[in-house]
C-alpha cells in the first residue's frame, strides 16, 4: 500500500521533504480533521490534496510519483506470479484427474478474463490522467473482479453449475482471499476501499457457503470465521497505515502553512523604512537579507536536527556579512522611480530633474564644547543698527541652536548682515577664534567676503546660508551630536554650511549642464554647483589676508579641509537618496557605527546639513511660507529663462501653470518627510522631534488642505476666469 511505504519510508528518514516532521510536538500541530470512522478528511480539498501527494509526484504535480509507479510495478508481479500459480495448480489439478474438463476450462477461462481485465485496468491507470485521477477507484474495481472471479471459479460453484464431482475444499476460498488482501494493502489501498473490499469479500463467501456448501454449519462458519479474522486484521493494518500517513500529511501541510505565513508575515510586516516612499538599492537589499534572515529564523525553529539547524545559522551568519558589507558602503545606492505608484508623475519628473544623478586618522584631541560665552560690544561694534541695539541683537542672536524658529530676517533687517553676524556669534560663543588664535580682522574679512559673494537671489541668498547654518547646530545640540566634536570639526561644520551655496547663480544644476555653461564645463558636469561652491570657498581663503585657517598644522588643515568640501558635495540634490539611502543603512545595519570614526561622523553632518538645506520645510507656518514663496520665485525666474530660450520648462518653474500646493506638498512628502523621519529616528531627540517633524506634518497637512480648496468647483470657476483675463491681457 502507498500509504505503508510513505509512512515506513518516513519512519526511516528516506524522505528528505517530511524527515523533519516526525516525532515534533503535537501541540504545534490542529488536530486533524478527519471522519475516523471511513478515514475521509471533511474537507473535501484537502482529501483531494492528500490523494494527489499520495499518488502524484510531487514536483511535476501531474505524473504518477515513482513510489506510486514502484508499488504499481510490485502489486503487477505479485498478480503475475498470483495468476501463474493459479494457472499452475489448475493444471496440476486436471493433469492427475482432480478436475474435469469442463471446471478447468472453465477455471482458465475465468481466470484469463479476470487477468487481462486488470492489467488493461492497471495500464489505463498508468497511462490515462482521467483513469488515473480515479486510481482509487479503479483499485476498488479490480478488487471487485479478483472476488468475483474467486466466487465464479470457487469449486462449489463450478460443481453446481456442471454437475462435475471434485473437493469441495477450494484454496482460493482462503489463503489467495488473505494474500490478495495482503498484496492490497502493500500497493496502494486506502482505508475506505479496504474495508469495502473486505465487506464484499465476507459477503461472497457468506453466500457461496450458504448456496453452494454441502458441509456442516461448523464446518462452513469455520470457513467465514478464519477467513474474516484475516481479512479484518489486513483492514485494522490498513487503517492504522492510512491514519499514519494521513497524519504525517496533515502535519507537513500544517507546518508548511506556518512556514508560509512565517514569509507572509515579513512581506508585510513593516519594514526599518516603511514611512518612506523611496528606498535605495541599497536599502531594498538590506531589507530583503532582513526577510530572510527572519524567515530563516522561523523555520529553524520548526526543526529539531542539529544539522539543519547549523547549516541555517551558517546561513544567517552569511547574511549578516552581507548586510555589513552592503551597509558598509560598498555598492553604490541607487533608486528607481518608475514603480513607485505612491508618487504622482508631475513630482517623479520634478525628483528626477533635481534629486538623481582618504580615511583619515581619529584625532584624541576631542573634548566638549565650552559653555556659552558672552560677546562683548566691542565684537559688533563695526555694524550699523537700523533697529535693534547691541542687547536687542544679542537676544535674537542668543536663540541661534537653541530656538528651531530662529528668524534669520531680523538680524538681517537690523543689521543689513546675516552670515558676518551670525559667524562672529557662534565662533565667539564657542571660543573658536581663542582655540585657533584667528586674528580678529582675518575673520571679518573673510566671512565678509564670504557674504558679499551670495547674489541677491529669492531663495539662495546669504540669508539662506545663515539659516542653514543655525539649523544645523539646532540638530548638533538637540540629538548632543556636539559631544562629539572637537573645535576643528566644529569650526569646519560652520564654515561648510555658510558656505554651501556662495555663489549659487539661481538656477539648478540642470540647467546649467543643458545650457552647457562654462561652470558645468568646468566641472564636468559633476555636482557642478557643489564644487563651485567648495572651490570658492578655499578661493576666497587662500586670498592673503582671508584664511581663517592659517594658524592650523597640516594635518588639521587636511581634515578641515576634508570635512568642508565632503559637507559641501553632500548638498548636491542629485544625490540626496544616495546620501539617505547609505545613511540610513549604516545607522540601522552596522553594529560598529559610532561617531569617534571621521567617516560615520562626516555622514551625520551630512545628514543633518541635507536636513538643515530644507530645513524650512519644517518651521513653523509664517517662516516655512515666506521661504516657500522664495523658492517657488526662484524657480519662476529659471522657468522664464527656459521659456525665453524656448527650451523645455522645467517642472514647477512655470510661473503661470505651476500648482504651487501641489508642489510643496509633493516636495514634503517625497524629500523632506523620509529625510526627516530617518533623521529624528537617529536623534532620538524629543525636542527635535516636537520643533521639526511633528511641524513638518503639520505644514504637509495645510498644503494637502489647500489642494483640496482649489480644487473645489468653486475654485475652478474663478481658475478659468482668471485665465481667461490673463488670455485677454
Known amino acids: 500500500m502507498k500509504t505503508k511505504a510513505f509512512y515506513n519510508s518516513s519512519i526511516g528518514q528516506q524522505n528528505p521533504n517530511i524527515y523533519d516532521l516526525i516525532n515534533h510536538s503535537t501541540g504545534d500541530i490542529e488536530s486533524i480533521p478527519l471522519d475516523q470512522n471511513f478515514l475521509v478528511f471533511r474537507d473535501k480539498k484537502t482529501e483531494r490534496k492528500y490523494l494527489d501527494h499520495l499518488f502524484f509526484d510531487h514536483e511535476s504535480n501531474n505524473q504518477p510519483s515513482a513510489q506510486f509507479k514502484s508499488n504499481m510495478f510490485i502489486f503487477f508481479i505479485y498478480y503475475t506470479l498470483f495468476f501463474l500459480s493459479s494457472l499452475t495448480y489448475n493444471v496440476l489439478k486436471y493433469t492427475f484427474g482432480s478436475f ?7 477455471k482458465t477461462f475465468f481466470l484469463g478474463i479476470c487477468s487481462i481485465t486488470v492489467y488493461i485496468i492497471l495500464y489505463l491507470t498508468v497511462k490515462s490522467k482521467r483513469v488515473y485521477r480515479n486510481s482509487l477507484k479503479a483499485t476498488t474495481f479490480i478488487g471487485t473482479i479478483i472476488v468475483l472471479n474467486l466466487i465464479i471459479t470457487d469449486n462449489r460453484v463450478l460443481v453446481y453449475m456442471t454437475g462435475k464431482h471434485v473437493d469441495e475444499f477450494s484454496v482460493n476460498s482462503l489463503l489467495i482471499f488473505i494474500l490478495l488482501g495482503y498484496l492490497k494493502n502493500q500497493t496502494f489501498g486506502t482505508f475506505r476501499c479496504m474495508l469495502w473490499w473486505t465487506v464484499f469479500t465476507i459477503c461472497a463467501q457468506v453466500f457461496i457457503l450458504v448456496m453452494f456448501s454441502q458441509q456442516d454449519l461448523f464446518t462452513n462458519s469455520y470457513e467465514v470465521f478464519g477467513l474474516s479474522v484475516g481479512l479484518l486484521l489486513e483492514c485494522l493494518n ?103 505608484e505612491n508618487i504622482d508623475d508631475e513630482d517623479k519628473t520634478f525628483i528626477s530633474q533635481v534629486f538623481m544623478q582618504m580615511s583619515l586618522k581619529h584625532s584624541n584631541t576631542m573634548r566638549k564644547p565650552r559653555g556659552i560665552r558672552q560677546v562683548s560690544g566691542s565684537k559688533l561694534r563695526k555694524v550699523t543698527f537700523t533697529k535693534y541695539g547691541i542687547d536687542d541683537l544679542e537676544k535674537v542672536l542668543d536663540s541661534i541652536g537653541n530656538n528651531w524658529n530662529f528668524d534669520i530676517w531680523l538680524v538681517y533687517n537690523a543689521t543689513g548682515q546675516s552670515i558676518t553676524i551670525v559667524s562672529r556669534y557662534v565662533c565667539n560663543k564657542w571660543g573658536l577664534c581663542q582655540d585657533f ?30 539659516d542653514v547654518m543655525h539649523s544645523f547646530l539646532f540638530f548638533c545640540i538637540a540629538g548632543d551630536l556636539v559631544n562629539f566634536m572637537n573645535p576643528l570639526e566644529t569650526l569646519s561644520c560652520i564654515i561648510a554650511t555658510l558656505a554651501h551655496d556662495v555663489r549659487h547663480p539661481s538656477v539648478t544644476n540642470r540647467f546649467l549642464i543643458r545650457n552647457r555653461d562654462e561652470i558645468a564645463t568646468k566641472y564636468n558636469d559633476i555636482s557642478v554647483l557643489e564644487n563651485m561652491h567648495a572651490n570658492t570657498t578655499f578661493t ?14 597640516q594635518d588639521e588643515w587636511n581634515k578641515a579641509r576634508k570635512i568642508i568640501i565632503e559637507l559641501i558635495l553632500e548638498t548636491d540634490m542629485s544625490r540626496h537618496f544616495e546620501l539617505l539611502g547609505r545613511f540610513r543603512a549604516r545607522i540601522t545595519n552596522l553594529e560598529d557605527f559610532n561617531l569617534d570614526l571621521i567617516e560615520n561622523k562626516i555622514m551625520v553632518w551630512s545628514t543633518a546639513l541635507k536636513c538643515a538645506d530644507i530645513g524650512h520645510s519644517a518651521k513653523i507656518a509664517e517662516l516655512h511660507e515666506k521661504w516657500s514663496a ?45 529625510m526627516y523621519e530617518s533623521w529624528c529616528g537617529y536623534l532620538k531627540s524629543e525636542k527635535a522631534n516636537r520643533y521639526c517633524l511633528e511641524q513638518l506634518k503639520i505644514n504637509y497637512e495645510s498644503w494637502t488642505a489647500k489642494i483640496i480648496i482649489l480644487k473645489s468647483p468653486e475654485n475652478r470657476v474663478f481658475s478659468a476666469r482668471d485665465e481667461e483675463c490673463n488670455d485677454e491681457d
Open 437 to 466: 588664535a584667528i586674528d580678529d580682522d582675518i575673520f571679518d574679512r573673510f566671512f565678509e567676503s564670504l557674504e558679499k559673494n551670495y547674489h541677491q537671489n529669492p531663495y539662495h541668498n546669504a540669508c539662506h546660508a545663515a
Open 540 to 553: 576666497l581663503m587662500a586670498m592673503e589676508g582671508f584664511n581663517i585657517l592659517e594658524n592650523l598644522t
Open 238 to 340: 490498513c487503517y492504522r497505515c492510512d491514519h499514519t500517513s494521513r497524519d504525517i500529511f496533515w502535519k507537513k501541510k500544517s507546518q508548511l502553512n506556518n512556514v508560509s505565513d512565517i514569509f507572509d508575515e515579513n512581506n508585510e510586516s513593516s519594514d526599518n523604512f516603511s514611512s518612506q516612499l523611496i528606498n535605495t538599492e541599497i536599502e531594498l537589499l538590506i531589507q530583503l537579507c532582513d526577510k530572510i534572515k527572519k524567515s530563516i529564523k522561523s523555520v529553524s525553529s520548526l526543526i529539531l536536527y542539529n544539522d539543519i539547524k547549523s547549516k541555517l545559522k551558517i546561513a544567517t551568519s552569511q547574511l549578516n556579512s552581507l548586510k555589513k558589507r552592503i551597509a558598509g558602503d560598498l555598492f553604490r545606492a541607487s533608486f528607481k522611480l518608475e514603480n513607485n
Open 630 to 674: 522664495l523658492i517657488c520665485e526662484e524657480f519662476f525666474r529659471q522657468g522664464d529663462i527656459e521659456k525665453e530660450r524656448k527650451q523645455e520648462i522645467s517642472m514647477y518653474c512655470d510661473r503661470h501653470n505651476t500648482d504651487i500646493p501641489k508642489s510643496q506638498a509633493g516636495f514634503i512628502k517625497n524629500i523632506s518627510l523620509p
Open 100 to 106: 474435469p474438463a469442463p471446471i478447468f476450462f472453465l
